[in-house]
DNA sequence: GTCTATAGTTCGATAGAC
DNA sequence: GTCTATCGAACTATAGAC
């Protein structure tokens, strides 16, 4: 109880230079980052209530107790996760402003597709987005302060479209943003129970091409972006 | 153990008349329509691996023992109850074919426009949906073989449409209906956070609108539905 | 058909040795 | 920093009285 400081503020050491490998950890949280790593394919498979702390812990080849030391509890656990994977996906997809609504949707397709190689991560936000709609549970604050940062940020963009002449000055950024969501949300669900059957990238591709062309001022296509699109498609 | 037949199989009575008030259970079934209905809300909240029948039991009225009198075990439980949901969803929405796309489409609207009058079964789904992406869950084949169906059904149906020369010859039927699914799934989800930021109904219908401008021959709109499209929209 | 009782696990969290 | 030991609680399922 002694070794922790503020509720899991995640140990960072503000001291060493800031520029080690990726992200700015101290060497000593490489076993927190193994917990990490091993809650997410839990949480993923089970969600958050049915979660064994003594099973995630075997995992990463401790006991129970030995992981309490560096979580205080398992809803601790449950949120430190997901403030990780935040944090992750806001310098990997999100650190720049977009350009124009077409920037941000080839960023979109890059997030999608990353989610694709993710499996564990995108599965355990599937049922975690799912049993957080209940307000007692831990991660309800998490999943609507989300989706309120991430629709605010995506009519924004669509707003600026508009302003720049981008976009056609009718577009319902509001309603054009929700459409959105779910349409990543949905396209992870179905991925999630039959991946071979859906792939991701190249249907929000395409609903993306459509929603372009439809409020784009000069109906013209989305560009394709820099993620690849060489070879796969040929349409 | 002697009392129960086949598994979980609803104790219908064939010899009735088959007209009884709604789906012809039998009337002693009433115990066990009660069970299924707390089951749905707790299932919601819990999903199926920390859900309790104690719990369950108790919103019934009875102890732990008397409910597994009615169903021999928890998946037992939890298949029942997605049997029921589904079984009613057909009867009530899609116990005829579609007459065209046009008219699909309006169903569906329908469809979400019941879902958002149960958040509890909706929640429910969008639970166990996101928990049975792993194999080995209760309700993982009972999901995949949904998830086909719906698929199928909605493909063949835009496939009609094609030949009846209601849509274009190039639509692409797979994509369309793996699209509409994720839309569907998506809004459930975030109308599950946060209910009152998100109209479903008026939604899918912008959705559907575009959908179809863009995928019929006359490119015309979806005509309005039965469903109260007459005063609150005004669009 | 419902109850009580109970077997047999497993859980989260704490305390303390090393 | 990790382990062992342990507490109190909750869980599913079964058995048997009524």
Redesign the interface.
């Known amino acids: 109880m002694d070794h922790k400081d503020g509720r899991s503020a995640r140990t960072k050491t503000p001291g060493n230079g800031e520029g080690a490998a990726r992200g700015g950890y101290a060497v000593g949280d490489e076993r927190r980052l193994r917990i990490l790593d091993a809650a997410v394919e839990h949480f993923?498979?089970?969600?958050?209530?049915?979660s064994s702390l003594a099973r995630i812990a075997k995992d990463v080849g401790i006991t129970q107790g030995g992981l309490l030391h560096h979580f205080r509890s398992k809803e601790d656990l449950l949120v430190s996760v997901l403030e990780r994977s935040e944090e992750h996906d806001i310098e990997r997809f999100f650190s720049t402003e977009f350009d124009s609504a077409a920037d941000c949707f080839l960023r979109l397709l890059e997030l999608v597709e990353y989610n694709s190689r993710r499996p564990g991560r995108t599965?355990m936000f599937?049922?975690?987005?799912?049993?957080?709609?209940?307000p007692?549970h831990p991660a309800h604050a998490f999943?609507?302060r989300r989706?309120r940062k991430v629709l605010r940020d995506l009519s924004d963009t669509l707003r600026r479209g508009v302003d720049s002449g981008e976009l056609k000055p009718d577009t319902?950024y509001l309603?054009e943003a929700?459409?959105l969501?779910?349409?990543?949300?949905?396209?992870q669900?179905?991925w999630?129970?039959?991946p071979e059957w859906?792939d991701m990238t190249e249907?929000l591709r395409?609903?993306l091409d459509?929603v372009y062309r439809?409020i784009s001022t000069t109906g013209a296509a989305l560009p394709p972006g820099p993620a690849g699109d060489a070879d796969e498609s040929g349409r």
Chains 1, 2 share one sequence.
């Open positions: 993923a498979q089970w969600g958050f209530h049915a599965r599937n049922v975690l987005v799912g049993e957080s709609s209940d007692g999943f609507t989706y319902d309603a929700q459409e969501i779910a349409v990543m949300d949905g396209f669900l179905q999630a129970l039959e859906l249907r395409r609903y459509r439809s």
